[in-house]
């Protein structure tokens, strides 16, 4: 943890000094990392503070934090015996006692909800303190166990990172790192944090590049763009006969597309809807239709052919009722 505490009453620390201090947790073996000043509150973020300097740290209190960091691998051992014997689906990490002794922290990991009152209860009873369990993500273990990173230097993680924000396979694309994962993986198995430090430069460099596939005009004629290279703020120019020149930026002279070069194409189907243009459609236009013309009946709905037989009468209701003198009458039954 990393904060603010106020030294009232203490006179000048020296930076790197051990002392005792007091926060939230109880009381805490802390170093002392510079004065307090708006530049640190704007890294923290936030201007509060965490508590208060009790004490510089007595050869005492160096014997008596040595003792708790033997006895914590004790509780460490004894803590993962009880998981093992209730058969929780959770691993411990790591384990912190607090200088005070007011508490014992167990940071662990897991991939669902733990039910773990039963093994609060059995560890507070064993220890006599209160129990915290803390449950951590994958980055968070290699924040409390990680030392090194392959290039040499503290993981950046356990050192000045506050927060660890994500980061994804483009990041890696953009910068032409190699996409072996066991290269660009952390001691915490994901990618490296570091993958993202310079993204927002390649970023902005490539929107004002001119990008693959544009045609441009240099010095040496038109050409078209086959590569980036965006640190250096340069292209790859493609001239006619094969011939592959690599270009700074400031030789570009015009760009003439963005694109492949070929011109845009209207779309599959896309119709010419202007006054006067024919209809490819071969479908009448709505001023030569007729609301008046007749219909078949073989167009009517029920997709029926034309009635067979002779015409059916289309005289008035009277003349239908009346009886035809071909026709035999019914018998009555």
């Given at each position: 943890m990393v904060g603010e505490f106020s030294a009232r009453g203490l006179g000048p620390i020296s930076r790197g000094a051990s002392v005792i201090i007091r926060s939230d947790r109880g009381h805490e073996w802390g170093t002392v990392l510079c004065p307090a000043t708006e530049q640190s509150?704007?890294?923290?973020?936030?201007?509060?503070?965490?508590g208060r300097v009790m004490r510089l740290a007595t050869p005492e209190?160096?014997?008596?934090?040595?003792r708790l960091i033997a006895s914590e691998k004790e509780a460490f051992a004894g803590g993962q015996e009880m998981v093992r014997e209730r058969s929780l689906q959770m691993q411990?990490?790591?384990?912190?006692?607090?200088?005070?002794?007011?508490?014992?922290?167990f940071y662990y990991l897991a991939e669902d909800r733990v039910d773990f009152r039963e093994l609060v209860k059995a560890l507070a009873k064993r220890f006599q303190t209160r129990i915290e369990m803390r449950q951590?993500?994958?980055?968070?273990?290699?924040?409390?166990?990680?030392?090194?990173?392959?290039?040499?230097?503290?993981?950046?993680?356990?050192?000045?990172?506050?927060e660890m924000p994500p980061v994804s396979m483009k990041m890696a694309k953009l910068q032409k790192a190699t996409l072996?994962?066991?290269?660009?993986?952390?001691?915490?198995?994901?990618?490296k944090c570091c993958l993202r430090y310079e993204y927002d430069t390649?970023?902005?460099?490539?929107?004002?590049?001119?990008?693959?596939?544009?045609?441009?005009?240099?010095?040496?004629?038109?050409?078209?763009?086959?590569?980036?290279?965006?640190?250096?703020?340069?292209?790859?120019?493609?001239?006619?006969g094969q011939r592959q020149v690599m270009t700074d930026e400031k030789e570009i002279l015009t760009v003439v597309s963005t694109k492949s070069g070929k011109p845009p194409q209207a779309p599959t189907g896309e119709r010419d809807e202007s006054p006067g243009a024919p209809r490819r459609d071969n479908r009448p236009s709505p001023d030569n239709r007729s609301e008046d013309r007749p219909r078949d009946?073989?167009?009517?709905?029920?997709?029926?052919?034309?009635?067979?037989?002779?015409?059916?009468?289309?005289?008035?209701?009277?003349?239908?009722?009346?009886?035809?003198?071909?026709?035999p009458p019914a018998e009555d039954s």
């Open positions: 509150r704007t890294y923290l973020g936030t201007a509060e503070e965490h209190d160096e014997a008596e934090r040595d411990l990490i790591d384990i912190e006692r607090v200088f005070g002794g007011e508490r014992l922290i951590i993500g994958i980055r968070d273990e290699a924040k409390l166990l990680a030392d090194y990173g392959d290039c040499g230097q503290p993981v950046c993680c356990n050192t000045f990172l506050r072996d994962p066991s290269k660009i993986s952390g001691r915490c198995g994901r990618l390649y970023e902005e460099h490539r929107r004002e590049l001119p990008p693959v596939g544009a045609t441009v005009v240099t010095k040496q004629g038109t050409g078209r763009v086959i590569g980036q290279e965006l640190l250096a703020r340069k292209l790859m120019v493609s001239y006619e009946d073989s167009n009517r709905r029920g997709g029926r052919g034309p009635r067979s037989g002779p015409p059916r009468s289309e005289g008035s209701g009277e003349n239908r009722d009346k009886p035809n003198p071909d026709r």
